[in-house]
């Protein structure tokens, strides 16, 4: 297993992103039907995992996106004062089909997003990477260094952030 991390081509047809399974219906049904043209529309700009040594196979993937939040959101952060609207960056969908999971692919999307977000920090200006977590996932954004917002929302998704500042 040759894994590889590049920036999706729409205009490619990868092996497997209309099978791909990573447990979670709204993210599979995503990444099956809408990937492609929402990355063709530039609503979002997607990075893909996939297998090289199986025809390049579509592994796994996240989207992200330049985003505003309200400040209030931030508010269990104690971060002071701030304007009432902060420009952030956005991770929409993130998925590691189940074939390829706990082989910390997913963190390695993630550690991807956050360089990709401090990157843009510099050059743009964004304060942080906002989500929306899925509550089977809060643990794994926690280990990231993700603060929970709102409390744990369960069985709803629950806003999490981490500030561009303390991306390492
Ligand atoms: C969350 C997800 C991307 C993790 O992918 P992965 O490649 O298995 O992640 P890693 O191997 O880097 O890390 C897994 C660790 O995250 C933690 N974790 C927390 N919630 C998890 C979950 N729902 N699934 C898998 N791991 C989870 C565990 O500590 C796990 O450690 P372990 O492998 O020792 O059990 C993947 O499980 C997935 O696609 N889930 C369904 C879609 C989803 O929930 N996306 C996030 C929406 S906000």
């Not at 977590?133 to 990231?144: I, Q, R, T, V």
Request: aromatic content about 8%; some cysteine.
């Amino acid at each position: 297993m040759k894994i590889e991390l590049s920036p999706y081509d729409a205009a490619s047809t990868y092996l497997g992103q209309k099978q791909f399974d990573c447990g979670h219906a709204i993210i599979n049904q995503f990444a099956r039907g809408s990937l492609k043209q929402q990355v063709k529309k530039g609503l979002s700009v997607a990075y893909v995992l996939t297998d090289a040594d199986d025809q390049d196979r579509f592994v796994g993937f996240y989207t992200i996106a330049q985003h505003m939040i309200d400040m209030s959101l931030l508010s269990a952060m104690q971060l002071g004062s701030l304007p009432k609207q902060i420009p952030c960056t956005r991770l929409i969908m993130l998925g590691v089909d189940q074939k390829y999971a706990h082989q910390d692919l997913g963190s390695q999307l993630m550690k991807h997003a956050l360089s990709l977000t401090k990157q843009i920090s510099n050059q743009i200006g964004s304060y942080g990477l906002y989500l929306d977590a899925d509550p089977k996932a809060l643990g794994f954004y926690k280990k990231l260094g993700f603060t929970l917002l709102q409390g744990d929302k369960t069985p709803h998704n629950s806003p999490m952030f981490l500030q561009s500042g303390r991306i390492i």
